[in-house]
């Protein structure tokens, strides 16, 4: 199993910047796909952002969310983090870490295995 705890959401205004973080205990020695999701009241999650495994993995976006938002990851302390510039009020919504050590469809949040508990990320106009 793998356990993972985000941390970092809060209340910022629109144009602000959030930095969220997740680590990540337990199974890690096997690689792991990292990403991000949010999901809005009453709508299914949606993908955020994803890094690969290993050093220097690539990352995915979403495409609103390219140029704003930057996934990274840290193999040595098994974290990941994403730093979110410009948040717009759409932009509201509880953000989750995930795992999967699957290396395909890493936009379907069906594909991975664990989950943080969630941190709410609040844009205010």
């Known amino acids: 199993q793998v356990q993972l705890v985000e941390s970092g959401g809060g209340l910022v205004q629109a144009g602000g910047s959030l930095k969220l973080s997740c680590a990540a205990s337990?199974?890690?020695?096997?690689?792991?796909?990292l990403g991000w999701f949010r999901q809005f009241p009453e709508k299914a999650r949606e993908f955020v952002a994803a890094?690969?495994?290993?050093?220097?993995?690539?990352?995915y976006y979403e495409a609103s969310m390219k140029g704003r938002f930057t996934i990274s990851r840290d193999n040595a302390q098994n974290t990941v983090s994403l730093q979110m510039n410009s948040l717009e009020v759409e932009d509201t919504a509880v953000y989750y870490c995930?795992?999967?050590?699957?290396?395909?469809?890493?936009?379907?949040?069906?594909?991975?295995?664990?989950w943080g508990q969630g941190t709410q990320v609040t844009v205010s106009s």
């Open positions: 995930a795992a999967t050590r699957g290396l395909a469809l890493i936009r379907n949040p069906a594909n991975y295995e664990f």
């Open positions: 890094v690969m495994p290993g050093s220097g993995g690539r990352s």
């Open positions: 337990g199974r890690t020695t096997r690689p792991l796909v």
